[in-house]
């Protein structure tokens, strides 16, 4: 059966899961050649840690009947009652030698180090407190994904569902339409068959999902429904989920000439001109010594087009699509 991580989650469990480890250390050492060195360094970690810990702890509790002291002072005391008395601050003794940071992290990896030994058996982790509880396997015939659908990066559904402890992932299944789409290259997983018109989309292990299947194309839309059912050691597990639906929409969002006249700024010295042209053609007249002439310049808002003198001088205009400025220079 599968077991939860033994590695404490609050300050509270690490100090007493330290403490422990510390204090026994020493009789695995040699089974599972513990050098001097990192026994000293667990023992100065949970020395270091249950000082700072309880520390913490005394001032919290010091600093909560301060405040009601506090707030006796401003408001007084209920009617009939007594003043309390002024609390001191808390007097602590020098704290022990400061181990290396990290500390905690140390002392855990030595802990997966130990569960790896070929030495080693479930009793002696049990003793180092090595060995997490066993999960309670979820009952199959009440447990079913919950799914939500959600318009994720780039337009894509994104399908949301969550992870109880006891399952390795989830099978996703889906439908276009009222029919049913061609099947994905991955084979489908064996196990019950969804309801008609489904097929076998993605197997995931870690949530959420997003389907990168093609989109529709532009200025189409269709729709795409889901159903999932959780898997553990490969097989199917439990029931399956509600049906989930999301319509998937591209829009196409045709370019829009603007009706204002392109500016032209004044030519500077060494010849830099800069235009502004917005979805049409622009012509204007500027006096170019390369040419000894009036030099037409004109070109078409496209990337990649080039600028053309009369003069035969080609000039790169390099700029993006949409409300640019491109920059050409004669020479």
Known sequence: MAKESFTPTTDPARQSWLNNIANKIATYASKYNISATEQADVIAVAAYFAYWNNYLSQMREYVLKLTAYKNEIRDGVPAGGSPSVEPTLPVFLPPPIAPA?????????????????TVYTVADGQDLGLEGAEITPPDAATLKPVLKTVVGTGGFPLIKWNKPAGVAGIHIYRKVGSGSTPTPGTPSPGGPTPASGYVYLASDTEPDYLDTSALPASGQSEQRSYVAIYFDNDSPFGQWSSEVKITVTVSFKPYRQSTKKPRLTEPRRGFL???????????????????????????????????????????????????????????
Do not use: E
């Open 101 to 117: 940071p990290g500390g905690f992290k140390r002392v855990v990896d030595l802990g997966n180090s130990i569960k790896k030994k």
């Open 273 to 331: 001109f800069s235009f502004i042209a917005r979805g049409q053609c622009v012509s204007f007249t500027a006096l170019s010594p390369t040419c000894g002439a009036a030099s037409l310049y004109q070109f078409a808002r496209q990337p990649n087009k080039c600028l053309r003198l009369n003069c035969a001088v080609r000039l790169p205009c390099c700029f993006l699509p949409r409300f640019q400025t491109p920059v050409a220079r004669t020479n």
